[in-house]
């Protein structure tokens, strides 16, 4: 069965610095799609930005990018240039077929 | 467009109780996937429909069903309710089921069991 982990329960960044969430799974596929969602207080999940497996290129939006480790089986999330806006619990998910696998969460802080 | 919607927003319901949610699909999806949210975790699958037939359901007990019906919209029920069902339950629906199709999420409904 895959796994999605977040080791990090929280961070916090301060405002216009940048901020680094991990993620690892787990997986004998070799065909999947790999997302960062965020989920503000007002619980609408929104999808951040995604990968598919068999691209090499890193994927970006914007101020977010994403470091994509397929051997090793990483994938963490860069947020540049930090807003409050970006305060929110952000799910590392994966997915293959029919379903979404998520992690636990990362509430991300933003300071002023 | 119109988005994923849900409703209610939020119900409480006695232990043992039976509870009916629904969800509008994004005009044009033919799929609908629902996860259950429990406080501070990441959301759980608990099953999808594709053109109204089931395609697929994680680890949840037969208490939790569904239906899909013609215009793609879906209701997931839940009988015998225990204080665990206590959580948000989330629809997404996408264009087809396989993998490279978004699943774009409604708001939620939040159950609370007591």
């Known amino acids: 069965a895959q796994t999605v982990t977040q080791s990090q329960p929280e961070m916090s960044v301060q405002e216009a610095e940048t901020v680094t969430l991990s993620c690892t799974y787990d997986t004998s596929e070799s065909d999947y799609y790999l997302f960062w969602y965020k989920q503000p207080p007002s619980r609408q999940m929104i999808l951040v930005i995604r990968?598919?497996?068999?691209?090499?290129q890193n994927a970006t939006e914007n101020r977010f990018s994403v470091n994509f480790q397929k051997a090793a089986k990483s994938f963490s999330l860069k947020i540049s240039d930090s807003q409050l806006g970006d305060a929110a619990m952000y799910f590392c998910a994966y997915r293959s077929s029919n379903k979404l696998v998520f992690g636990a969460g990362t509430i991300l802080r933003v300071k002023s | 467009e119109t988005g994923v919607t849900q409703s209610p927003t939020h119900l409480i319901k006695t232990r043992g109780q039976q509870v009916t949610l629904r969800c509008s699909s994004q005009?044009?999806?033919?799929?609908v996937s629902w996860y259950q949210q429990a406080l501070g975790q990441g959301p759980q699958f608990i099953f999808q429909y594709y053109r109204e037939e089931e395609n697929g359901r994680g680890n949840f007990p037969p208490r939790f069903s569904g239906l899909q019906f013609p215009n793609y919209s879906s209701e997931l029920n839940v009988n015998a309710l225990e204080l665990d069902d206590s959580a948000l339950y989330l629809c997404?629906?996408?264009?087809?089921?396989?993998?490279?199709?978004?699943?774009?999420f409604g708001p939620g409904t939040r159950l609370t069991v007591t």
């Open positions: 997404a629906s996408s264009l087809e089921w396989t993998g490279e199709h978004e699943q774009y």
């Open positions: 990968q598919e497996a068999y691209k090499q």
């Open positions: 005009s044009g999806h033919n799929t």
